[in-house]
């Protein structure tokens, strides 16, 4: 009994520890930047100091073009998730629903472009968005965030469907019900909280995505990743600078995913717990 | 209302193997009560989603009202389904799963609110009409699943072993309840059940199928009086039929510890008959206490006595074979006697040893719709 209690003890210790360590480079960027540039490079590390917002007011001046950032990571992390679940949808649907003898492979398949760095594909992208015209634009991210994210909605969304037991589509189908009637009135409103799920990871996945939106937009069609990158500048780094830029950067995201923890727990579980 | 008739039916699945279903023919009376029983396995729900459209047949035709629905999705051919999980939509009110399909088909508000009424009437639950699937009982999603069935008038009623989910006592309600719904809709039924007591109580005619063909289409007397072979005279009846591996001579059977005579219809039989042994068939309760002395005799030791009160079910070793009797309730056994039994020759069912075919024996009208077809 005792040794029970000394056991969840120290496990409740080490998790604290554990969760520290996660969540102090966090903490860490917070402070710096409510800190001044000459306090951000100190080599003592210093927690006590007092608490300016100049960092702040620089980053969301005028010309630092913080809106103009903010309005691109929305736009394209929006626009990539919603044509993601639209596609994915009916794809997951068919898999569903009426798999074949592939359609196992298929999924496996998808998935394992993932396992294919960002950066071996950038050239041929390159070129091709080059000669498009699809460099620093828009909708040409926005395409690219919807390939990234396309396996994992796909994964998703077909495993929420697979929690629907096929006798209810079925019984849909005697009932009269189309192809299209079933979907609608049938499978998404039972497949909604995994559907919102997959659509905020997507959204989360596209709104932290930099790779992309760093090499292959300039300014116009450049979203809050470019913006924390543009701290690092040829004159020095301006650490406070960057870490209030930051801070700024994920804090709507943090903000969505601290309203929406339930819902995100149920999607990283991808559908397991019903 | 409609006949259903199906043709020459066989679903194979993959390119290669056996047929899930094959060389299935029967025609329905219009409005009649068919049930489809056989363990699992056998095909029967197979067929039943073949005729639902959910599977399509690979050969033959399936006709409803005369018309060859073979091609034709499920939503065109005016049937409803009663599932074995029921298929209620979770996310609906009982009100909303009843009245979906004729929501689909764009009836009238009034209407559609007359018809779901009317129905949850039928089944008495108009006090649920508001609830969610979630938080009714077994039994009540059951009657959900029905009166989702029942609102939409259909030609013909397909039922996937609905009652196979409830607990013993409200499966015997609602088998009755359904048989009396059927009287009153008169709604040509197909019941794909594996419970051989649900098919003999329920079916006006019952189709036996094992390995993916019909082994018989009958009346529940008939196939219990008449049964085709040695699998449907096993499969029907319970405590089901004791079977004994016999030698024949001079319209005597018998073997190690049993002998038993012919009658009349059997000695004719096997006298055109191609073998001479054969599977002797006695169902349990046909046996009774004899004499050593008697023409028919079965003798062993007791095994196994059950007393169940109104009866007394006593097991015995008869040379190799295990035989099962039902003996009357206050019957004085004991484990280790020696026992002799006795039943009526005309009792008696006999069974080719190779074939397994019933011989001699036949029912004086066999309304067999394969025959029709």
Known sequence: MKSQRFANTAMGVLAWVVALLIFFPILWLLLTAFKTEQQAFTVVPNFFFSPTLESFKTALAQGSGYWHYAWNSALTAVASTVIGLALAVPAAYAMAFYPNKRTDFLLVWMVSTKFIPAVGVLIPIYLVYSAVGLLDNALGLTLLFTAMNLPIIVWMVYSYFRDIPKDIVEAADIDGASIMQTLFKVVLPLALPGLASTGLLALILAWNESFWSITMTDHSAATLAVYIASFKSAEGLFWAKMSAASVLAIAPIIVLGWFTQRQMVRGLTFGAVK | ?373
């Not at chain 2, 599932?83 to 009843?98: I, K």
């Not at chain 2, 009714?136 to 996937?160: E, H, K, T, Y």
């Not at chain 2, 197909?190 to 082994?215: L, N, P, S, W």
Request: charged letters at 25%; glycine letters at 8%; aromatic letters at 4%.
């Open chain 2, 1 to 373: 209302m409609a006949i259903v008739e199906l043709k020459n039916v066989a679903k194979q699945y993959g390119s290669s193997g056996n047929n899930a279903v094959d060389n299935f023919n029967l025609v329905t009376r219009d409005g009649e009560f068919v049930v489809l029983v056989g363990p699992s396995g056998c095909g029967k729900s197979t067929t039943m989603r073949m005729i639902a459209g959910l599977e399509r047949n690979t050969e033959g035709e399936i006709l409803i009202g005369g018309k060859d629905v073979s091609q034709v999705p499920p939503k065109e051919r005016d049937i409803a389904m009663v599932f074995q999980s029921y298929a209620l939509y979770p996310h609906m009110s009982v009100a909303e799963n009843m009245a979906f399909s004729l929501k689909l088909k764009k009836r009238p508000a009034e209407e559609i609110k007359q018809k779901v009424d009317e129905a949850a009437q039928t089944l008495g639950i108009e006090h649920l009409l508001d609830r969610k699937p979630r938080e009714l009982s077994g039994g009540q999603r059951q009657r959900v699943a029905l009166g989702r069935a029942i609102v939409r008038n259909p030609q013909v009623f397909l039922m996937d072993e609905p009652l196979s989910n409830l607990d013993a006592k409200l499966r015997v309600d609602m088998r009755a309840e359904i048989v009396k719904l059927h009287k009153r809709l008169n709604v040509t039924t197909f019941y794909v059940t594996h419970d051989q007591v649900e098919a003999m109580t329920m079916g006006e005619r019952i189709v036996v199928m094992k390995d993916g063909k019909i082994q018989q289409i009958d009346t529940p007397i008939n196939l219990y009086d008449f049964p085709a072979n040695r699998f449907v005279a096993g499969f029907i009846g319970n405590p089901s039929m004791n079977f004994l591996r016999a030698g024949h001579a001079d319209g005597v059977v018998s073997g190690e510890g049993y002998r038993l005579t012919l009658d009349e219809a059997h000695r004719a039989a096997m006298a055109s008959a191609k073998r001479q042994d054969v599977w002797v068939g006695v169902r349990p309760e046909h046996l009774r206490i004899g004499d050593a002395s008697g023409a028919n005799r079965v003798e062993g030791m007791v095994d196994v006595v059950e007393t169940l009160g109104a009866v007394t079910m006593v097991q015995l070793s008869v040379g190799e074979h295990a035989v099962t009797a039902q003996l009357p309730g206050h019957q004085k056994v004991q484990i280790g006697d020696t026992l002799t039994l006795t039943c009526d020759s005309d009792k008696l069912h006999l069974f080719d040893s190779e074939s397994e075919l019933a011989i001699g024996r036949e029912p004086t009208s066999q309304p067999s719709a394969a025959a029709e077809a």
